[in-house]
Structure formats: structure tokens, C-alpha cells
């Protein structure tokens, strides 16, 4: 039983370090929604075992703690793949902030006379408006 | 290239029909190519505008770049080619231009060339003309594994483009105002996007793509790479890029006109 504690206990920590980092604005909450889901999982486990051997039964997975392996895998997986994506996502608008970035800076060359005049010097945007 | 006649001023075709010209250079760390490079195009090329995209360059290039009527755009982070012509795109798409052409910044593509992708864009109602490098014209040549990776994307793209398309891999392209536009919005940053996806997004949008023989220069530095391993993980990755730029959905329809 001092092992179910010591997981639980663990979970309160984590927790709270999750709260943590929320207050501070240091994590997103659509980070940490996910983690704050395994705890809570984390927990029920720890205080009900005898669910994880039903569970382990029901599925057909002789030794229960492989099943927690396999999800505990499984979480892990999908966690990596949201970065991944979320990283993809960033990097788009990283691109799209240094294209603006670089082409402000020629406006300003281009208006300050610093950059050569172009062959005929009109801007859509400009006549857009 | 010490060897090589002065350069001819060339005249843009039919006098206008064009309409503005962009030559967009997307240059990494090409301080010792790009100063030749462009002094070449300026003289060869006195009606075009000169947009070099400095990409990131941790050496000189933004300075050297800043000569004669050049036009830099300096991006403060390397985005990779791709990245660096979706920026130029962009900027042809905001100043109007008719017609943006892409170089390689080290030399390979002869400026006298650019008319005729001109012409060719003209001639056949094309959005997007590649120039291609032929076997017999210039010094080009590859084997092994990026020979075969080679063959097999111009198989597969001339069948996605509905054209006979030779040279996939070629950075010398020119493209109208349609393809500006889409170019501005899709142009891939990932690895062969430049080349390989770039054309696939432009035939699976509705745009005509031609391509037209030129001629190329030898590289300023360095010889295309013969490892078998390095053509190996070239044609992996060719397939790759290939399998998904094929799949995946096509988010811009340019109306045919």
C-alpha cells in the first residue's frame, strides 16, 4: 500500500505544479489539459488497483501492469504529436512574421531613399485602399 | 567564367509585352558569387528589377547584395529556399509586377536566357515557364541513384503537369501573375518544395506549366554530389516530398481567366 501513496502523492505534486506554471502564464492551458487528464488517471489507478486487474481481464492482457505500460505509451505518443504539430505551427508563423519583417524593412529603405527606386514605383496595397 | 565574352544587353520580347520583370535571387551565404552575378544581370537585364532575398546569411551577402538598383529584402532568420521565394513572391505580389523569374544566386543561370522564358510564356499562354537544363547543353550531369530519382520525378510530374517536363529540380522559372499570386501564398519551405511541390501545387491549381531548353553555366563552387548514400536518401525524400504534395488537399483554385 506505501507504493499507491507514494503515486498519489506524486500526482498531488505534479498538480500542483501544473497549477503552477498556469498562474504564471508559463504553460497554455491547452497544454496542460492534457497532463491534468493523466494525473486525475494517475489517481484513480492509485486508489482503486483492483480497477487496472478488471480492466487488464476485460481487455485480455495477462499482466495488468502491461496494460498500464501500453497506455502509459500511448498518452505519451499522442503528446509528442500535438508538439509536433503545435512546433509545425509555430514555425508557419515564425516564416510569415520574418517575410513582413524583411519586406517593412525595404519599405522603409525604399521610402527613406536609401534602397534604389524600383521601375515604376506604384504599390497595389496602396491603390487598393 | 573568365573566359566568357562580355555581356550583350539583351532586349525584353516585343518590346513591353512582358510588363514589369522581377529577377528574384534567393541568396544564403553567396558573398563571393553575388556581386559578379548581379553585375551581369544589371547590364545583361537593364529593364528588369533586381530583388535579391537574403536569407539569413551569416556572411556578407546582405552588404555585397546592396549594389547598383539591387533591391534586398533581409530575412532575419534562414528559412531555406522555399522560404526565401515565398518572401520574394510576396513582394512581387505586392508591388504589382507582371512577371517574377527566379535565379540561382551562385551563377549557374545565364540572364541572357531570361527572354526566352519570356517568350515562351508569352508564345504558349504558360503560368509558370522552368527553364530547363538538356543533356548536351551546358556542363550538368548526374548518376546512380539521382539519375533515376531524377527521371522518375519528371515522369510522374510531366504526367501531373500535362506536359513534358525534363528538369524538375531546376531553380530558373518564371511566373506570371496568377502564379505570383499563388506562389505568394503556397510557396512550400520544405525540402524539394521549392522545385518538386512548387510544381505540383501550380498544375493541381489550374496553371499552365511549360518548360524551355536553356543552357547553364557551370557552378561557381562546388560539383553536384555523386555519394551513392546522399542520392540514396535524395531519392527517399524525392519520393516523399512527391507521395505528399500529391495527396494533399488543394487549398487555392486560381480561376481560369
Avoid at chain 1, 505518443?77 to 505551427?89: A, H, K, P, R, Y
Avoid at chain 2, 555585397?64 to 515565398?86: E, F, H, K, S, Y
Avoid at chain 2, 517536363?165 to 505570383?180: C, E, H, M, V, Y
Avoid at chain 2, 555519394?227 to 500529391?246: E, S
Wanted: glycine letters at 6%; charged letters at 20%.
Amino acid at each position: 500500500m506505501r507504493l499507491y501513496g507514494l503515486a498519489l502523492a506524486t500526482c498531488v505534486v505534479v498538480v500542483l505544479f501544473l497549477f503552477m506554471l498556469l498562474r504564471t502564464r508559463r504553460m497554455k492551458e491547452k497544454y496542460a489539459a492534457i497532463w491534468l487528464a493523466l494525473v486525475v488517471a494517475v489517481c484513480v489507478v492509485g486508489l482503486f488497483p483492483s480497477a487496472v486487474a478488471a480492466t487488464a481481464r476485460a481487455v485480455g492482457v495477462a499482466t495488468p501492469s502491461n496494460l498500464l505500460f501500453a497506455a502509459a505509451l500511448a498518452v505519451l505518443f499522442c503528446v509528442c504529436i500535438q508538439l509536433s504539430v503545435e512546433l509545425s505551427t509555430i514555425e508557419e508563423e515564425t516564416r510569415t512574421l520574418t517575410e513582413e519583417v524583411a519586406m517593412l524593412r525595404l519599405d522603409l529603405e525604399t521610402s527613406r531613399g536609401v534602397a534604389p527606386p524600383t521601375s515604376t514605383a506604384h504599390d497595389v496595397e496602396e491603390e487598393q485602399e | 567564367m573568365s573566359e566568357q565574352p562580355e555581356p550583350l544587353s539583351v532586349e525584353p520580347p516585343e518590346d513591353g509585352a512582358a510588363g514589369r520583370v522581377l529577377i528574384i535571387l534567393p541568396a544564403w551565404n553567396e558573398q563571393e558569387a553575388l556581386p559578379a552575378v548581379l553585375d551581369d544581370l544589371m547590364e545583361t537585364l537593364p529593364w528588369v528589377d533586381v530583388l535579391v532575398v537574403n536569407d539569413g546569411s551569416t556572411d556578407r551577402t546582405g552588404e555585397v547584395a546592396r549594389r547598383g538598383r539591387t533591391l534586398v529584402l533581409d530575412l532575419p532568420i534562414n528559412l531555406g529556399v522555399g522560404g526565401a521565394m515565398r518572401a520574394g513572391y510576396k513582394y512581387a505580389r505586392a508591388k504589382g509586377y507582371d512577371v517574377a523569374v527566379q535565379l540561382d544566386a551562385d551563377g549557374q543561370h545565364d540572364p541572357q536566357e531570361v527572354p526566352r522564358l519570356l517568350e515562351t510564356m508569352l508564345a504558349e499562354g504558360a503560368d509558370v515557364v522552368i527553364g530547363a537544363r538538356f543533356a548536351g547543353e551546358g556542363t550538368y550531369s548526374v548518376r546512380g541513384p539521382r539519375r533515376w530519382a531524377m527521371r522518375l520525378l519528371s515522369v510522374v510530374l510531366s504526367r501531373v503537369a500535362g506536359t513534358r517536363l525534363t528538369d524538375t529540380t531546376s531553380g530558373f522559372k518564371a511566373a506570371n501573375r496568377r502564379a505570383i499570386e499563388l506562389f505568394a501564398r503556397e510557396y512550400p519551405a520544405e525540402y524539394l518544395g521549392d522545385t518538386v511541390e512548387s510544381l505540383v501545387i501550380s498544375a493541381r491549381s489550374g496553371l499552365l506549366v511549360r518548360q524551355v531548353g536553356v543552357s547553364m553555366r557551370p557552378r561557381a563552387g562546388g560539383t553536384p554530389s555523386h555519394n551513392p548514400a546522399l542520392a540514396a536518401l535524395f531519392l527517399a525524400r524525392a519520393l516523399l516530398a512527391l507521395l505528399i504534395a500529391l495527396t494533399r488537399p488543394v487549398t487555392t483554385r486560381i480561376e481560369t481567366s
